[in-house]
């Protein structure tokens, strides 16, 4: 007969519901530096194809940090569209409203974001899927100002009681839902407090976090120096997973500050990383950041050869996010974004065939998920690629035209002299 002590060592707990590895994490954690060690092997960061998007780190497991919306593409400032190149060569003017800084990619609203976020399929690894559950279970539906009302309450009462780790916490949590409603400056003063608790509790992890999220928000308020400088501080301390995360946002930080250079080496270390942890969804992204960066430095083959590889690589993954709406959505942003992209690089390149055919695709794709300013601006790159693939016949026909008529003109005026 087993003893009343025995027993009651196996009645199920709250923490228990979400699985007991996640229970052992959150009572082991903060006194055990490796507690933590098989888990983090586990529970690695899940990467989504799309190119330049900013990467996060995957959080500790006992902050229990609220579910973030997803981020949206990035706009880069050095990136110029085929159409704009194209006047250029052609010595014709090209309307402004075509211009397409961010390669296909609307801005979506924070509804449309977080609805995304909440539709993502659970992962099929154990410890992410019962990591996913346990956020969405501790999500809170309460206005986001309730929110944080209660967290500066739990942050005040646990650094009058000396406990920094569930401060730290507090702060890292209002830093996410201010992030959730785009309030950048308002979670950057938050992040700035849960950095510095982070460096008061020599807490390695929280901190490279800190600086993941400082450099993120500073890249999104247009601080381009204050990002990089927190994104070299996160590249310090992170591992390898934060090393390819860090390299990956330096990169887009420098691509939309117009240094192509710089961006393409970033990248390049990223790919390294990558291929160093064998992940599939990271090469998928780190080698279409690299496309994009080739082409703003005139390497037009190099920036074809990611670009068809970042497309390939990303149909190949389908069958990881299972058949379900997000993962539908989530393929035909990237294809879209991914032909768009190739369609320019033809353009560029003279592939004036190959471009319409690859806008001709980026179009249905858009059209096929609802996206109507996708479509139109595929559908206006298209109209300038068919136009300019026909411009040298028909300035052809135009001179042979207008000879023909000198030649009639001079004719007539030669049978009036003798007339006279």
């Not at 700035?192 to 993941?212: H, P, R, T, W």
């Not at 390497?299 to 670009?307: A, E, G, V, W, Y």
Request: hydrophobic share 35%; with cysteine; charged share 20%.
């Amino acid at each position: 007969m087993r003893s009343k002590s025995s027993i009651s060592r196996f009645q199920p707990t709250s923490q228990a519901r979400f699985g007991y590895l996640g229970h052992l994490s959150l009572r082991e954690a903060q006194d055990n530096s490796e507690a933590l060690r098989n888990i983090t092997a586990l529970d690695g960061t899940s990467f989504l194809p799309n190119i330049m998007t900013l990467q996060r780190p995957s959080t500790p497991w006992q902050f229990r940090t609220p579910v973030r919306n997803m981020e949206e593409q990035v706009a880069a400032e050095g990136d110029k569209d085929a159409e704009s190149l194209a006047g250029q060569r052609r010595g014709a003017s090209v309307p402004a409203a075509t211009a397409d800084k961010s390669g296909g990619s609307s801005k979506g609203s924070s509804a449309s974001r977080k609805a995304l976020s909440s539709s993502q399929p659970l992962p099929a690894n154990y410890v992410r899927r019962i990591r996913r559950r346990a956020q969405n279970a501790n999500n809170d539906p309460l206005d986001y100002r309730t929110q944080l009302a209660d967290l500066k309450l739990l942050a005040d009462a646990a650094s009058r009681a000396g406990n920094v780790y569930q401060a730290l916490q507090a702060y890292h949590k209002m830093g996410v839902v201010l992030d959730n409603q785009g309030m950048f400056a308002e979670a950057i003063n938050k992040y700035k407090q849960f950095l510095a608790l982070c460096i008061g509790s020599k807490n390695i992890q929280g901190e490279a976090l800190a600086y993941n999220c400082l450099g993120i928000d500073c890249f999104k308020m247009g601080k381009y120096d204050e990002s990089i400088q927190y994104h070299n501080k996160h590249l310090e301390l992170a591992d390898t997973t934060g090393r390819l995360i860090a390299h990956s946002n330096l990169g887009i930080v420098f691509q939309a500050m117009g240094l192509g250079e710089h961006a393409a080496i970033h990248h390049q270390h990223a790919i390294e990383y990558a291929n160093r942890m064998g992940a599939k969804d990271a090469q998928c992204f780190t080698v279409g950041n690299l496309g994009i960066a080739s082409a703003t430095q005139g390497d037009l083959q190099t920036s074809r050869i990611c670009l068809q590889y970042h497309l390939n690589s990303a149909q190949r993954q389908k069958h990881l996010f299972g058949d379900t709406k997000f993962a539908s959505q989530t393929l035909k942003s990237v294809s879209n974004t991914a032909y768009h992209r190739l369609g320019q690089v033809s353009t560029n390149d003279g592939r004036l065939d190959e471009a319409a055919d690859q806008f001709s695709m980026a179009m249905e794709i858009a059209r096929s998920k609802g996206d109507q300013q996708n479509e139109e601006k595929s559908g206006t790159m298209l109209g300038i690629a068919r136009g300019l693939s026909n411009f040298d016949r028909h300035v052809q026909d135009l001179v042979q035209r207008g000879g023909t008529d000198v030649t009639n003109v001079a004719e007539d005026s030669s049978t009036l002299d003798s007339s006279w």
